[in-house]
């Protein structure tokens, strides 16, 4: 395979921190399965068990997840579940973010390997204070970064209609072998013990079963896919530089 048609992966997990549900279904995702990075909610409680399984662990690339916020599609319209900031106010929202960002490093000791958001906030109105702030640290924004595509793998639509049967390992193998050149960040979010109160609980379940098929890591070798972790890409740029 030449280098213009070498493909990667990096299968990251958002939500770690979340709940112990959320952080013991990203734990077996990447002991048995392919997950190889996770983005970390630093605001809940269970945000300093995930630091200390990822620092045992010590293969699991840590990023910051922001949370500025959560919405639900209901009965035709968009549902406020919590508010962390007014969403309105873009100083205030990027007072939140390096709030955050900072708590990350009390917790964890060091800069994110990555950036992105929950419920992808950062591609909106304050899409610039994010992609500031990421490139100060040097590292990628999810979606925003030269050289990596982003493929949400998530078992319900943008209104949160299930998708049934069409989200499988099936489904994961499909993406797999349709990969483009280069680089590719699979967002995904698994969970175990549906604790996290949210719509999306089987779903979560569901997820650390396809990241652990086997058919899936096999469906990786003969594709030829190399899996990455951010922590790798920042490696590579460290040896560039």
């Known amino acids: ?47 300093a068990d995930a630091v200390r399984y990822a620092e045992r662990d010590g293969g699991l690339a840590l990023g910051l997840h922001v949370d500025l916020g959560e919405w639900e599609y209901r009965e035709g319209q968009w549902v406020q579940i919590y508010e962390v900031v007014d ?37 909106y109105e304050s899409n610039p204070i994010f992609r500031r702030i990421a490139g100060d640290l040097g590292v990628p924004l999810r979606g925003h970064t030269t050289g990596i ?4 793998f998530y078992a319900r639509t943008r209104k949160g209609g299930p998708l049934g049967n069409n989200f499988s ?5 499909d993406i797999i072998a349709g990969l483009p050149p280069g680089v590719t960040e699979l967002g995904c979010h698994p969970g175990l ?42 490696s590579k740029q460290a040896e560039e530089r």
């Open 193 to 234: 013990g549906q604790d996290t109160g949210s719509i999306y609980e089987t779903e979560r379940e569901l997820e650390v079963e396809i990241l652990c098929d086997e058919r899936v890591r096999e469906t990786l070798a003969r594709e030829r896919v190399q899996l990455l972790s951010f922590a790798d890409i920042a």
């Open 149 to 152: 595509h982003y493929r949400n």
């Open 87 to 123: 969403t309105t106010d873009l100083d205030a929202i990027e007072q939140e973010v390096r709030a955050q960002l900072e708590r990350f490093r009390e917790l964890v000791g060091r800069n994110p390997t990555h950036i992105d958001s929950h419920q992808h906030f950062h591609n």
């Open 1 to 47: 395979m030449t280098a213009q048609t070498h493909r990667s992966l990096i299968v990251n997990a958002d939500d770690f921190g979340l709940t112990p549900g959320v952080n013991a279904g990203i734990a077996r995702a990447h002991e048995q399965g392919i997950l190889t990075s996770a983005s970390l909610m630093v605001r809940p409680a269970s945000a």
């Open 169 to 173: 390992a099936e489904h994961l193998m």
